[in-house]
């Protein structure tokens, strides 16, 4: 791992008129890392990733991405950089094959030199070197077998997928998942975690925010939990696993809180 961060979160504030979402949130992601942002309902998880993103701007502090402002920057200008997303609910072109799914990804990011759009030798060319990178994208999220089905007729879980494959269509040096495994089954959250590790070995750096924590336990480098908008752990899984105050913030003290260890323990 590189001695800079990747990513920077410093000392970042968001307030909505009295509403504090985020309050001083602080913390870095290094390079090749994957690192879970986690919380209770409300913790502020999504309007974090918002920032990060270019969707929100923040009432205080910056975000740094490979020693870049992102606040001066716009979402697509932020993916270009190599900072890209998932969301919580699918988002597929349902009507259009997966291939072709990946295929539209990739035409957006690109940008073709001026030769290579108006050379009809060039042109093919480029269109060669997309559909070999969708394929290869497609082979590398598990869903080279799917590729002439249309989107929307897949499982939910692969359609899960699908916008993994859209997200790494840009190219990213980073990646935050977004939820990626709500609303899966056991069996389909295992091909995910084996997919996160795949797209780190691929040299993509995650964050993802999460609330499967036996998910989470399995798959992350560094845990971050926020609660109320503010940063109350930081730390390798078996230090978060073990701390006081993020199985309050979850189901607070007593019982409840026997019930999350023995979750997390798995």
Do not use: W
Request: aromatic share 4%; charged share 25%; with cysteine.
């Amino acid at each position: 791992m590189s001695a800079a961060p990747i990513l920077r979160i410093d000392h970042v504030g968001v307030r909505f008129g009295g509403l504090v979402a985020i309050a001083d949130l602080h913390f870095d992601v290094a390079e090749g890392e994957i690192v879970s942002l986690i919380g209770p309902n409300g913790a502020g998880k999504t309007t974090a990733f918002n920032v990060m993103t270019g969707f929100l701007k923040p009432s205080q502090g910056r975000v740094l991405f490979k020693g870049e402002y992102l606040s001066r920057l716009k979402p697509h200008e932020i993916s270009r950089a190599g900072l890209a997303r998932t969301f919580q609910r699918t988002s597929v072109f349902a009507a259009d094959t997966v291939f072709d799914n990946v295929l539209i990804g990739l035409h957006r990011h690109a940008e073709p030199p001026l030769l290579d759009r108006v050379v009809p030798a060039r042109r093919r060319a480029d269109e060669a070197r997309l559909r070999a990178r969708a394929r290869e994208i497609l082979e590398l999220v598990g869903l080279a077998s799917r590729a002439d089905e249309l989107a929307g007729s897949l499982a939910y879980g692969e359609q899960r997928l699908v916008g993994v494959a859209l997200a790494l269509a840009t190219e990213p040096t980073m990646l935050l998942l977004d939820e990626p495994v709500s609303g899966m089954n056991a069996s389909e959250t295992q091909v995910f975690v084996r997919l996160i590790r795949r797209v780190r070995d691929e040299g993509v750096t995650i964050l993802l925010v999460e609330h499967d924590m036996p998910m989470v336990m399995e798959v992350s480098d560094r845990i971050v939990c926020l609660n109320y908008g503010r940063l109350i752990a930081e730390g390798a899984p078996a230090a978060i696993r073990a701390d006081p105050a993020v199985i309050e913030a979850y189901l607070g003290k007593g019982g409840a809180a026997r019930e999350l260890a023995a979750e997390v323990q798995g």
